[in-house]
T-cell receptor
């Protein structure tokens, strides 16, 4: 069975600074995928970044990068140069058999 | 282009009423997923369709929950005899394929059962 753990209920970051949101996972599958989604107050889940377990390099998408440490089973999201619009809930998720398993999320607040 | 749409965006139901929540996926997307998101929690899987076939309904919490996608496009999640614990945001997502493909989410329907 898959499990996603996000241990930071809330995080604060100064505008223009970088922030790391933690995510650890557990699975017995040798091949798996990890996602990060952003959920602003409007409620829609917005895809940010994807990392496959066999990908040789850490995924990057603009200001988002994924610090993937397979041996530690961690997939932390790094947001560089934070903007006020980054304030939202962030969810780490793992691909299951037919669905995504989500963590409990981290609420990020960017301070001007 | 058009994303995933859901209607209604908000629904208030009295306990015991039946409700129907609609999801319009992105055109051409084979897979459709329903999730339930309780306040302060991450989304939890309810059910999965590939075209019109419901391949997984293991997440449906009780037999009061029923989902269909008769023509492989629009899907409806029906909850019969609603209970207060059904209050949540119901999210629909669609993707081109199955496992590993990015899921595109709709804005959700916030259901409040009074």
């Amino acid at each position: 069975a898959q499990k996603i753990t996000q241990t930071q209920p809330g995080m604060f970051v100064q505008e223009k600074e970088a922030v790391t949101l933690d995510c650890t996972y557990d699975t017995s599958d040798p091949s798996y995928g990890l996602f990060w989604y952003k959920q602003p107050s409007s409620g829609e889940m917005i895809f940010l970044i994807y990392q496959g377990s066999y990908d040789q390099q850490n995924a990057t998408e603009g200001r988002y990068s994924l610090n993937f440490q397979k041996a530690r089973k961690s997939a932390n999201l790094v947001i560089s140069a934070s903007q006020l619009g980054d304030s939202a809930m962030y969810f780490c998720a793992m691909v299951g058999a037919n669905n995504l398993f989500f963590g409990t999320g981290t609420r990020l607040t960017v301070i001007p | 282009g058009a994303g995933v749409s859901q209607s209604p965006r908000y629904k208030v139901a009295k306990r015991g009423q039946d409700v129907a929540l609609r999801c319009d996926p992105i055109s051409g997307h084979v897979s459709l997923f329903w999730y339930q998101q309780a306040l302060g929690q991450g989304p939890e899987f309810l059910t999965y369709f590939q075209n019109e076939a419901q391949l997984d309904k293991s997440g449906l919490p009780s037999d009061r929950f029923f989902a269909e996608r008769p023509e492989g496009s629009v899907s409806t999640l029906k909850i019969q005899r609603t209970q207060q614990e059904d209050s949540a945001v119901y999210l629909c997502a669609s993707s081109l394929g199955g496992q590993g493909y990015e899921q595109y989410f709709g804005p959700g329907t916030r259901l409040t059962v009074t």
